[in-house]
């Protein structure tokens, strides 16, 4: 089985329980919809449990960033025990340490203020693809940078 | 009803899909709205890692799964927990009644999307209500 060198893939942690989930679920979108949509797939983590050895190959065939909302790591985790050890994590709770006035509230409906910092936590997380490729200053096909992007 | 006698809704992750994310939404409406004392909800992950208070939580209380896809993420990884599957929920069922509600966009829904979550969650309560009777 060969890797594939020109994508990416993100296994965000489901985070259904706390506002940090849903933060790392939608920078994942972001930056597969937006940032980097090129260069990066994604699969549902449960589904290492709940698929075939098909689904477990998904660290073994890309290089693969894990997107965790808290200091559980579900996804860095799940993604060593069932796939692969991820090339890359990023954890929003240490992210969230630079941003020590942002109070989370919803865990579905985010707030401008969070909004924003999901699209900032896209951000490092599209510099790490970068970083995974070889390629890292640029983000987007196009140089698009997040904040330039649509909803 | 005592505090310990609550039923988990356990949506799929949902990233890929917006049937997904509609199952998600339906998870919150009946937790925080429908149903917000007797229902709660937990991550996924945690039992895809096996989280030890996780999976003993799914195993003392009822839980109901709403999965977005066939491959049934929800339920699968609540049935490999051992944990008290009550119900298993398919977005796609709902959508095939309300073929007019065709969910669009993952990281913001479509109003219809919201709509079929809605229904959805209306489904999940009733249950949840079936569950609770039946143990009283």
Redesign the interface.
């Given at each position: 089985m060969s890797i594939v060198k020109n994508k990416v893939g993100i296994v965000s942690c489901s985070g259904e329980e706390i506002p940090e989930g849903t933060i790392s679920r939608i920078a994942t979108r972001i930056v597969l919809e937006k940032l980097r949509p090129e260069e990066t797939v994604t699969i549902c983590l449960p589904l290492f449990l709940a698929g075939g050895e098909g689904e477990r190959a998904f660290a073994r065939v890309f290089p693969t960033i894990t997107v965790d909302g808290c200091e559980k790591r579900c996804a860095e985790i799940g993604t060593k025990k069932y796939s692969g050890r991820p090339a890359a994590t990023i954890v929003v709770t240490d992210i969230l340490k630079k941003y020590p006035n942002l109070k989370l509230g919803h865990r579905d409906e985010l707030s401008a203020e969070e909004w924003e910092f999901t699209e900032n936590v896209a951000e490092e997380l599209a510099m790490k693809v970068g970083e995974v490729l070889g390629n890292g200053k640029e983000l987007g096909g196009n140089g698009e940078t997040c904040q330039k992007a649509e909803r | 009803m005592s505090k310990k006698n609550y039923v988990f809704v356990?949506?799929?992750?949902?990233?890929?899909k917006s049937l997904?994310t509609v199952g998600?939404?339906a998870?919150?409406k009946v937790v925080e709205e429908l149903r917000p004392r007797p229902t709660r909800?937990?991550?996924?992950?945690?039992?895809?890692?096996g989280?030890e208070e996780t999976l003993k939580e799914v195993r003392e209380h009822p839980c109901i799964s709403i999965d977005g896809c066939p491959?049934?993420?929800?339920?699968?990884?609540i049935e490999?927990s051992k944990g008290r599957l009550m119900k298993s929920l398919m977005v796609t069922d709902t959508l095939r009644r309300h073929k007019e509600l065709r969910p669009e966009g993952?990281?913001?829904l479509n109003p219809e999307g919201c709509e079929l979550a809605n229904l959805l969650a209306e489904e999940a309560a009733k249950i949840v209500d079936e569950i609770l009777e039946s143990r009283d």
């Open positions: - | 356990i949506p799929c992750s949902g990233i890929g997904g998600r939404k998870a919150y909800t937990t991550c996924l992950a945690l039992l895809t890692v989280d491959a049934k993420c929800a339920q699968k990884n490999a993952v990281i913001e």
